[in-house]
């Protein structure tokens, strides 16, 4: 599924140390990881889309989203591959590949090779302070209607 950037803009980090709290503030704009199995997402099941905590640009949709162990949200691709930057990441003394929003250049996490074989075997590895969740049964009144398609929604 496409996601037009068009709609999202990118904030200053004066406007984001406004807005986002200081966890979300370090992990998206300085890189930090949150803390594993104490995030808001790691064992969420609700049916919804993630979106970028910095811009709204949506990002994954729990569709694609699956336990790891990790003890972070894990997704086997993005809503739009699009959407997604990966950068090599050669910090800690191992090489990675990080992953950033394409709007607002937001840290999300990294991207693994050892996801679900029989859907591309891709983790991607994302702090929840990266995301806001977007229930299914309000993607219309959060202004994300387009992607109702995706969920069977009983009205």
């Keep these: 599924m496409k996601v037009d950037p068009g709609k999202y803009h990118r904030h200053s980090r004066e406007e984001l140390r406004c807005v986002l709290t200081d966890e979300q503030y370090r992990v998206t704009q300085e ?32 569709c ?23 950068i090599v990441d050669r910090s800690y003394g191992i090489t990675r590949t990080e992953t950033r929003s394409r709007v607002g250049d937001s840290h ?10 029989e859907y591309g075997g891709l983790r991607y590895c994302v702090n929840s302070a990266a995301l806001r969740f977007i229930p299914a049964r309000d993607l219309e009144k959060e202004g994300y209607g387009e992607y109702s398609e995706l969920f069977c929604i009983a009205d």
């Design 64 to 86: 694609d989203k699956f336990d790891s162990g990790c003890g972070w949200p894990s997704f086997t691709k993005p809503m739009d591959q699009g959407a997604i930057k990966e």
């Design 31 to 62: 890189s930090a990881t949150e803390p594993p199995f104490a995030n808001e997402f790691y064992n969420s099941h609700e049916p919804g889309i993630y979106v970028d905590v910095a811009t709204g640009e949506p990002l994954f949709s729990s």
């Design 108 to 117: 999300l996490g990294h991207v693994f090779d050892d996801g679900p074989r």
